[in-house]
Antibody
Framework: QVQLVQSGAEVKKPGASVKVSCKGS????????INWVRQAPGQGLEWVGW????????NYAQSLQGRVTMTTDTSTNTAYMELRSLRSDDTAVYYC?????????????WGQGTLVTVSS | DIQMTQSPSSLSASVGDRVTITCQAS??????LNWYQQKPGKAPKLLIY???NLETGVPSRFSGSGTGPDFTFTISSLQPEDFATYYC????????????FGQGTRLDIK
């Protein structure tokens, strides 16, 4: 079955960087893209960005442009999301989620989420 | 950016009730509209894609309808396991993908 397994919780200080991983299994990794979606405590869902595992094409939410970088490693079927210059309002659960190459917004499988806490 | 206005933000209902949630897009989204269910501490789950298509394995009491800019999500007869938060979500793929979620509707037991 399709699985997306994310790395564990992180605690970071303001100004630091965090890199979250997401390993896919049970499907052809390069036939899909990976969306990253975050959810601050008690809040709704916010799209962070998307990367194609096939081409490496990517698009980021305008609010995070310049601070976020998404990559994939097709040799290990793993996607990564790095967020830099962390602020307290970046505290959230970060989800990776599979989207079809042709219809990337149809998100049919999600990782378990990674809690990133930014605190001094 | 496209904005999605979802209402109501919260809703109380009883088992067996019919429930409707609406979502309005700020621009033409060409029926690229999906609905998700999220339970506390869990990742969201896709229920409906492209306005009215039921995801595999999702019970038929869930349905979606509408044409831009107004869309509707309905649960025909609420079951105990349906109490959760629901989100609409639009996506466009004109050049590169861009996604926006609605604010969410929390569905509680009356």
């Amino acid at each position: 079955q399709v699985q997306l397994v994310q790395s564990g919780a992180e605690v970071k200080k303001p100004g630091a960087s965090v890199k979250v991983s997401c390993k896919g299994s049970g499907y052809n990794f390069v036939s899909y893209g990976i969306n990253w979606v975050r959810q601050a405590p008690g809040q709704g869902l916010e799209w962070v960005g998307w990367i194609s595992a096939y081409s490496g094409n990517k698009n980021y939410a305008q609010s995070l442009q310049g601070r976020v970088t998404m990559t994939t490693d097709t040799s290990t079927n793993t996607a990564y999301m790095e967020l830099r210059s962390l602020r307290s309002d970046d505290t959230a659960v970060y989800y990776c989620a599979r989207g079809d190459i042709a219809e990337p917004g149809i998100i049919d499988n999600w990782g378990q989420g990674t809690l990133v806490t930014v605190s001094s | 950016d496209i904005q999605m206005t979802q209402s109501p933000s919260s809703l109380s209902a009883s088992v067996g009730d019919r429930v409707t949630i609406t979502c309005q897009a700020s621009q033409d989204i060409k029926n690229k509209l999906n609905w998700y269910q999220q339970k506390p501490g869990k990742a969201p789950k896709l229920l409906i894609y492209d306005v009215s298509n039921l995801e595999t394995g999702v019970p038929s009491r869930f349905s979606g309808s509408g044409t831009g800019p107004d869309f509707t999500f309905t649960i025909s007869s609420l079951q105990p396991e349906d109490f959760a938060t629901y989100y609409c979500q639009q996506y466009d793929n004109l050049i590169l993908p861009r996604i926006t979620f609605g604010q969410g509707t929390r569905l509680d037991i009356k």
